[in-house]
């Protein structure tokens, strides 16, 4: 395994656990202000990232291994755990977005939360180009895995951006409730695809 690359790898997983630590806990804390769902699944989605990146952390941070195979063992709980807090937050997320359009519980605008929706924009498809590019040439699965999450965060993004954007500006109280499902239907998703992963590892 090449050195700088390997290094490389191990500074990229340490500046995602640690943004995604303090976006997630803007997020929550803007959510809980301004009653957003979708700011809160976006903040429970961020450290569910951050869980990523610490994988990666660690995985990078040890240059050897007893074996092969112990790494391969870990590594498959590390991965089943991940899809796991997928579904537990994907259901969270939906069971709070159907109930505040079901009571037609609206929001307040949240400019704090388009803010973060930007400023995540602009450093999650770097973030991702980085670790793909970097995962690619050390034949990493796991770390390309890794950049996919990133890529979904930056969706997300979208997501948040949209809902919190026609709440803010057009006072559309169902907007917030509805991003908050689509941010649930992609954590839902990556649970999917992320436990598929766990089956395709050869332990």
């Given at each position: ?7 490389k ?15 997630g ?7 809980v202000?301004?009653?957003?769902t ?25 240059r ?9 063992k ?14 537990i937050?994907?259901?969270y997320?939906?069971?709070?977005s ?18 973060i ?14 670790k ?42 169902w907007a917030?409730p509805?991003a908050?499902?689509l ?7 990556e ?13």
């Amino acid at each position: 395994m090449s050195a700088p690359l390997h290094r490389k790898a191990l500074l990229l997983s340490y500046f995602t656990v640690g943004y995604n630590l303090i976006e997630g806990l803007v997020s929550v804390l803007a959510g809980v202000l301004a009653r957003s769902t979708a700011l809160l699944g976006f903040g429970f989605d961020s450290f569910v990232e951050s869980l990523s990146g610490g994988i990666m952390v660690w995985r990078f941070g040890k240059r050897e291994w007893a074996s092969e195979a112990e790494e391969m063992k870990v590594e498959k709980k590390a991965i089943r755990l991940v899809a796991v807090t997928f579904f537990i937050l994907g259901a969270y997320v939906i069971f709070e977005s159907g109930r505040k359009l079901y009571l037609k519980e609206a929001a307040e605008p949240s400019l704090f939360g388009i803010i973060i929706a930007i400023i995540s924009l602009i450093v999650m498809p770097v973030l991702f180009w980085m670790k793909y590019k970097t995962g690619k040439s050390l034949e990493s699965r796991s770390l390309v895995a890794d950049s996919k999450q990133t890529l979904a965060c930056m969706l997300l993004s979208v997501a948040l951006l949209i809902g919190l954007g026609l709440n803010y500006f057009f006072h559309l109280w169902w907007a917030d409730p509805l991003a908050g499902i689509l941010i649930a239907g992609y954590l839902l998703r990556e649970g999917y695809e992320t436990w598929q992963e766990e089956k395709l590892c050869s332990c």
